[in-house]
């Protein structure tokens, strides 16, 4: 089993930054992919981006050259960095990891982009 812990949400205005932290833990294995998904009032869920273990990281196209996902294999922690936030990225924010095509979500993590 895997459990996922995401910290670092909050209130931000327009334009400011945040950092969001995942760690994982349990039956991780070496090979996997992280990510992070988000889901906006009224809206599905939609990747935001993912890092493997080894491989390039993918990004949604509405936060490309904003966000940048990093992780320390290490620690099994995935980071999300937010830069020049819009209130269109007001969301609830999953933490994920995919292992042997299992897929484990943490439990989100709420940023809101207000004035």
């Known amino acids: 089993q895997v459990q996922l812990v995401e910290s670092g949400g909050g209130l931000v205005q327009p334009g400011g930054s945040l950092r969001l932290s995942c760690a994982a833990s349990?039956?991780?294995?070496?090979?996997?992919?992280m990510g992070w998904y988000r889901q906006g009032p009224g809206k599905q869920r939609e990747l935001v981006a993912a890092?493997?273990?080894?491989?390039?990281?993918s990004y949604a196209d509405s936060v490309k050259g904003r966000f940048t996902i990093s992780r320390d294999s290490a620690k099994n922690t995935v980071y999300l960095q937010m830069n020049s936030l819009r209130p269109e990225d007001t969301a609830v924010y999953y933490c994920?990891?995919?292992?042997?095509?299992?897929?484990?979500w943490g439990q989100g993590t709420q940023v809101t982009v207000s004035s």
């Open positions: 349990g039956s991780i294995l070496r090979f996997n992919v």
């Open positions: 890092i493997p273990s080894f491989g390039r990281t």
């Open positions: 994920n990891v995919v292992i042997l095509s299992k897929t484990y």
